[in-house]
């Protein structure tokens, strides 16, 4: 993440940037996608939503701690879905 700000050094206070990042981006997923009260996507533990294509992770995903290093792990944990996800429909199809 880069901030840049056009304020001298000395007028930039902490609190200034305490809000940066924070808001999810999911306003095109309204009525799409289930979402919580803070506009995150609502997954289970294998991040899958509702909506069986439809997979989430990270800061994006209802009830993420918000940390890198869970983010990293809902990133494994929703490849291990989507490879599940794909095998499952390639087995149904009837040109695998
Ligand atoms: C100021 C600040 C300090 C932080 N400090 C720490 C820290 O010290 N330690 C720590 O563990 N965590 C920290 N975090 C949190 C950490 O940055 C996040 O938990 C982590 O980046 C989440 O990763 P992510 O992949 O879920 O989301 P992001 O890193 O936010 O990545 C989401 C990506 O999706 C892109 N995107 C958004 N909407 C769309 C769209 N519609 N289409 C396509 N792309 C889109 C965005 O541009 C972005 O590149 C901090 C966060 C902030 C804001």
Do not use: C
Request: net charge negative.
């Amino acid at each position: 993440m880069l901030i840049v700000s056009k304020l001298p050094a000395e007028q930039v206070q902490p609190a200034s940037v305490l809000g940066f990042g924070l808001d999810p981006n999911t306003d095109y997923l309204e009525g799409i996608a289930p979402l919580d009260h803070d506009l995150q996507i609502i997954v289970n533990d294998r991040m899958e939503t509702q909506i069986p294509y439809l997979f989430a992770a990270g800061d994006i995903r209802s009830g993420s701690p918000r940390q890198i290093a869970t983010a990293v792990g809902d990133g494994a944990a929703a490849a291990v879905s989507v490879f599940r996800f794909l095998k499952e429909i390639s087995s149904i199809s009837p040109n695998p």
